[in-house]
């Protein structure tokens, strides 16, 4: 029997007043119901450290459902620097709502406990990526923008490529912000925001951004070049990649960013194909990861903790299978 239309009502009301309390523990907002992301711990950029190129000094800790953790993993992989920094993947604990080791790592054996031993103030969140040095003992960064920036400049190989040269770099340096702002925390002010008016802010610059990235591909592709702003990946790709990789996996379903799917944008759907077969990228991909900690970590916006079914990987970065 339906319940009746006083108890719907009621239950609505008290659980919309919970749903505001959690997030926003979860998710910080401003006065409009805008997501705001938390200021960092340590998010200067440091100067690559004298011993960088000693094997095994430095440690960068990673979490695979992470967005911003997996640009840092890629950059990693690309420059092939696994010689001088390992890679410590980290686990979420969604009940403490923190990440733990999963084994102790420097005496801790939580990621919070690494970062009040660094001079982390207890307010500020203990996020993943961290690049750890072990002749400092301390954290070095852990903002994935200036991270990725300091992987860049990191001694590596020879044949490693730099994947922000000074000849591309306010092209790369513009879509960097671009999809920072509009995309990668696009998606995610969709699905924290507070209100409609908020929703529909985000969704529109989301998808107006991601609209013109894919024309931008389209001329690229006319030049006879794969990437957005060179003949080679750069950090531009890089950013974007990881939301992308998400989109039909978490972000569409979870955070209601599904006005257009991405095979409608060509030139994207074939450049996310490109990146993924890039040497060592599907080595950072993690789907059953992604969608067990999204869905089954966010209770505010998925309370059951389904994990519902979606789409297999191999078929989203497959260029020929574009309806």
């Known amino acids: 029997m339906r319940p009746p239309a006083a108890l719907i009502q009621t239950a609505r009301g008290l659980w919309r007043c919970q749903w505001q309390q959690l997030m926003g523990g979860l998710a910080p907002a401003d006065a409009s119901?805008?997501?705001r992301r938390p200021a960092g711990a340590f998010t200067a950029l440091p100067p690559v450290p004298a011993a960088a190129a000693s094997a095994g000094g430095h440690v960068l800790i990673v979490g695979r459902s992470?967005?911003?953790a997996h640009r840092a993993w890629l950059v990693h992989s690309l420059r092939q620097l696994g010689g001088s920094i390992d890679v410590l993947v980290v686990e979420p604990d969604p009940a403490?709502?923190?990440?733990?080791?999963?084994?102790?790592?420097?005496?801790?054996s939580t990621l919070a406990q690494l970062y009040r031993r660094s001079g982390g103030e207890r307010r500020q969140p203990a996020t993943v990526p961290a690049l750890w040095s072990r002749q400092e003992q301390r954290i070095l960064v852990n903002?994935?923008?200036?991270?990725?920036?300091?992987?860049?400049?990191?001694?590596?190989?020879?044949?490693?490529?730099?994947?922000a040269p000074d000849t591309e770099r306010e092209a790369i340096d513009h879509w960097r912000q671009r999809f920072?702002?509009?995309?990668?925390?696009?998606v995610y002010r969709c699905g924290f925001a507070r209100n409609q008016a908020a929703y529909n802010e985000a969704e529109?610059?989301?998808?107006?951004?991601?609209?013109?990235?894919?024309?931008?591909?389209?001329?690229?592709?006319?030049?006879?070049?794969?990437w957005l702003c060179s003949p080679e990946p750069s950090l531009a790709d890089v950013v974007l990649f990881p939301t992308l990789i998400r989109l039909e996996l978490v972000y569409a379903p979870l955070f209601g960013c599904s006005r257009l799917p991405l095979w409608q944008l060509p030139a994207l759907w074939r450049w996310r194909a490109r990146f993924f077969a890039l040497a060592g990228v599907s080595d950072t991909c993690c789907p059953e990861?992604?969608?067990?900690?999204?869905?089954g970590a966010l209770f505010p916006l998925h309370p059951s903790g389904i994990v519902p079914a979606g789409p297999d990987?191999?078929?989203?970065?497959?260029?020929?299978?574009?309806p």
């Open 33 to 35: 119901g805008r997501y």
């Open 66 to 68: 992470c967005p911003w």
């Open 96 to 108: 403490a709502g923190r990440w733990r080791f999963v084994e102790p790592f420097e005496g801790c």
């Open 143 to 163: 903002e994935s923008a200036r991270l990725i920036e300091l992987l860049d400049r990191w001694p590596a190989a020879a044949d490693a490529p730099r994947l």
């Open 180 to 186: 920072q702002d509009d995309v990668n925390d696009g």
């Open 204 to 226: 529109t610059a989301l998808f107006q951004t991601l609209q013109e990235a894919d024309q931008a591909l389209l001329e690229q592709e006319r030049r006879g070049q794969a």
């Open 289 to 295: 990861a992604w969608r067990s900690d999204y869905f």
């Open 313 to 322: 990987l191999s078929r989203l970065v497959n260029s020929q299978l574009v």
